[in-house]
Nanobody, 118 residues
């Protein structure tokens, strides 16, 4: 499974961005997909994820501002980020879990940088 993330950039506080993550390769049996972020000097943290059934989960810090969604036909997951804050500045990583023969495989895309200026 290959994950290609895009959509990062520089935006002013209060602005918005939409991140995209396109999955390709052996994408059958992909379970959860999600977005993580890592700010300088901090650990990587979950931002939001979405299950194969469409259930979503958000970090408290982004609840109500960010929306994760997916387009199954395009094998793409999106993260709509509204009301951005300087604290959202980080490198954002796309993640996918795939279950094959009872084993969970974890895949990561390359990061896409989001910078929110005050």
């Amino acid at each position: 499974v290959q994950l290609q993330a895009s959509g990062g950039g520089l935006v002013q506080a209060g602005g918005y961005l939409r991140l995209s993550c396109a999955a390709s390769g052996s994408i059958f049996s992909i379970n959860d997909m999600g977005w993580y972020r890592q700010a300088p000097g901090k650990q990587r943290e979950l931002v939001a994820d979405i299950t194969s059934g469409g259930s979503t989960n958000y970090a408290d810090s982004v609840e109500g501002r960010f929306t994760i969604s997916k387009d199954n036909a395009k094998n793409t997951v999106y993260l709509q980020m509204n009301s951005l804050k300087p604290g959202d500045t980080a490198v954002y990583y796309c993640n996918a879990d795939q279950i094959r023969a009872g084993i969970v495989y974890d895949y990561w895309g390359q990061g896409t940088e989001v910078t929110v200026s005050s």
